[in-house]
């Protein structure tokens, strides 16, 4: 099964300056933060503020690559977490067939805005990611900072933004 997620934000994290993008549950207060390199938050980012590039940019040239295909970018799953790495897999209908492929997080993101498509996060790595908060074998992060992730307000966000 997976959930639906929507970008909660985008901000820097204060202990390690990595950037991360926070996804939120659509019907609850459950979040999953993704740290991602710097240039990667800014596609995603550049694609939040809706700013507009002289040329386009590597995703932009992805849709445009997809749509002169005939494809349609059906849904974005994040998969898996192993090995501190998060992966996520591509989804999309050519020709009635669909196609999946291998991305990651970041990328898959900065196309899924772009293209208007959900974005959803497996049920068992949100599992996952709940035990490594309460202090379970891996750990992504201290159990404070997934409730300090979970209690940020809007005010906060734009406190933190990048």
């Not at 993704?34 to 590597?58: C, D, F, M, Q």
């Not at 805005?113 to 035990?131: K, N």
């Amino acid at each position: 099964m997976e959930v639906e997620m929507r970008i909660r934000g985008l901000m820097m994290d204060p202990n390690t300056n990595m950037p991360i993008v926070i996804l939120k549950d659509v019907a609850s207060e459950v979040v999953l933060p993704i740290w991602v390199g710097i240039y990667e938050a800014n596609a995603i980012a550049v694609e939040i503020e809706k700013v507009s590039a002289p040329r386009p940019l590597t995703h932009d040239l992805l849709k445009k690559l997809i749509g002169s295909l005939n494809g349609r970018l059906e849904k974005v799953v994040i998969s898996e977490l192993k090995d501190d790495t998060f992966y996520s897999v591509l989804w999309m209908k050519q020709g009635g067939e669909w196609v999946t492929l291998d991305a990651r997080p970041s990328d898959a993101i900065a196309l899924a805005l772009r293209m208007d498509c959900p974005i959803y996060v497996s049920e068992s790595l949100l599992a996952q990611a709940r035990l490594m908060a309460h202090g379970g074998e891996a750990s992504a992060g201290p159990e404070h900072l997934m409730r300090w992730l979970e209690g940020l307000n809007d005010e906060d966000m734009g406190k933190y933004k990048m």
